[in-house]
């Protein structure tokens, strides 16, 4: 299995300023994927990071608002951009194995906008 | 469209009782399905995972059963503790052309009282 750890675990951030998360796994995964949590809801995905080019980012979702990088296999980082009270909700990395046989969670970053 | 659908929504339950939580799908193609567990505050985490030629599967005090007929899916929690107070999310995989894409359902949040 994989551990998978975040950076910050919550903030809270000023309107139209920007918070870059990190996310780290200790083994290598093939995919990384970054998912919003709204309160209440269900996981929603954002894009998939894709090592050493652009992320793929689903309907809804651009990368001027949520740019993300994935370095190496281990690491990626997603970036809230001129941040508004919506974007306020747990943002979660996930991992997962070829196939996505296997997909893990990190713990999840809460963000509160004010 | 793919879709996962999750029943009841929320439930309580007395500590020591048993308790079933739904899950019905509709994802094609068929790749497999996954229960997940998710304590507030925490990133989700796996616990079954089932292909299509698997009827049922346990993890402890948790059995998930699949029907993959009639496209349905069950966990089952037996002698329930408080610790088992958390959101129960249904996940199904689809396979495609990129990989597997998932699915996730509503979630069922679970509260065990003393």
């Known amino acids: 299995s994989a551990v998978i750890s975040q950076k910050p675990s919550r903030d809270i951030c000023q309107r139209g300023t920007s918070l870059t998360i990190q996310c780290q796994v200790d083994?290598?995964?093939?995919?990384m994927f970054w998912y919003r949590q709204q309160p209440g809801q269900s996981l929603t995905l954002i894009a998939t990071?894709?090592?050493?080019?652009?992320?793929?980012?689903e309907s809804g979702f651009v990368i001027d608002k949520f740019p993300i990088s994935r370095p190496n296999l281990t690491f990626s980082t997603l970036t809230v951009s001129n941040m508004s009270p919506e974007d306020s909700s747990i943002y979660l990395c996930?991992?997962?194995?070829?196939?996505?046989?296997?997909?893990?969670f990190g713990p999840g970053t809460r963000l509160l906008v004010l | 469209k793919n879709q996962v659908e999750q029943s009841p929504q929320s439930l309580i339950i007395l500590e020591g009782k048993n308790c079933t939580l739904q899950?019905?799908?509709?994802?094609?193609?068929?790749?497999?399905l996954r229960w997940y567990k998710q304590d507030t505050g925490r990133g989700p985490v796996s616990l079954t995972i089932?292909?299509?030629?698997?009827n049922t599967k346990s993890n402890g005090r948790y059995t998930a059963t699949l029907d993959a007929d009639t496209k349905q899916s069950s966990l089952h929690i037996t002698a329930s503790q408080l610790s088992d107070s958390a959101s129960y999310i249904c996940?199904?995989?689809?396979?495609?052309?990129?990989?597997?894409?998932?699915?996730f359902g509503g979630g069922t949040r679970l509260m065990v009282k003393p």
């Open positions: 996940v199904v995989s689809a396979r495609g052309n990129a990989g597997n894409m998932l699915t």
């Open positions: 089932m292909t299509f030629s698997e």
């Open positions: 083994s290598q995964v093939t995919m």
């Open positions: 899950c019905n799908y509709t994802v094609s193609p068929f790749s497999n």
């Open positions: 990071a894709n090592q050493g080019s652009e992320a793929t980012y």
């Open positions: 996930s991992g997962g194995t070829s196939g996505l046989v296997a997909q893990y």
